[in-house]
């Protein structure tokens, strides 16, 4: 199956820095999907984005499709912001009828005072 | 309008016991996904529902685990015979088609220990 990679696996920014979160996929996909999921374990989708840029307040994200890998862009990191920040993507080869996703590990992020 | 909900929120059972998991989706949401996520990974995919019917099933670890939404909207995941390997957060989604566009949006979880 499809394999995700992300990097870094953890990272610790002090409140207000920037930050990068990377997402290589091995495969070509139909969806792909930023969820932020916080200390109390919920997750939120924040974009999907299987190809091109959005954006969404301070964050934005960008997919190369082509070259198999998304960017997820943190501005002006909040506190708020902690937590962890998964890539998850459908199989372009999946069977027929098939929607899941298949997660990365994960991102943990924490912003300090 | 309402999320996706689950119950219960933390089960704990002893090995060998049958428990229930229930999701309830986002109304009027066709398409329902359950995962499961253990400690420091990813969630992972066990079935899918478009509709009433088990459309992808491919991810069920073994036959003590099975779901069923029988009218279309609140699923539940069984497992028999729980095992300490099954303990791990229990995620359901819902997506509003069956189109693999669409965003998927997930309930809390079920968080299941089994002793």
């Known amino acids: 199956g499809i394999q995700v990679e992300q990097s870094p696996p953890d990272l610790i920014l002090q409140e207000g820095a920037n930050s990068t979160l990377r997402c290589n996929f091995s495969d070509s996909v139909n969806n792909l999907q930023w969820f932020h999921q916080n200390p109390w374990g919920q997750l939120i989708n924040l974009f999907y984005i299987p190809s091109g840029t959005k954006q969404n307040g301070r964050l934005s994200a960008t997919t190369v499709a082509t070259e198999r890998y998304s960017l997820l862009y943190i501005s002006s990191s909040q506190t708020t912001d902690s937590g962890v920040y998964f890539c998850a993507v459908e199989d372009s080869y999946s069977g027929a009828g098939s929607y899941q996703l298949t997660f990365g590990k994960g991102t943990k992020l924490s912003v300090i005072p | 309008g309402a999320g996706v909900s689950q119950t219960p929120s933390n089960k704990v059972t002893e090995k060998g016991k049958y428990v229930e998991l229930r999701c309830d989706p986002i109304?009027?949401?066709?398409?329902l996904y359950w995962y499961r996520q253990s400690l420091g990974q990813g969630p992972e995919f066990l079935i899918y529902?478009?509709?009433?019917?088990?459309?992808?099933d491919s991810g069920l670890p073994n036959d003590r685990f099975f779901a069923v939404r029988p009218e279309g909207s609140v699923s539940t995941l069984k497992i028999q015979r729980t095992e300490r390997g099954d303990s791990a957060v229990y995620l359901c989604?819902?997506?509003?088609?069956?189109?693999?566009?669409?965003?998927?949006?997930f309930g809390p979880g079920t968080r299941l220990t089994v002793l």
């Open positions: 529902f478009q509709g009433t019917g088990a459309a992808d």
């Open positions: 109304s009027g949401h066709t398409a």
């Open positions: 989604a819902s997506s509003s088609t069956s189109e693999s566009t669409d965003t998927q949006y």
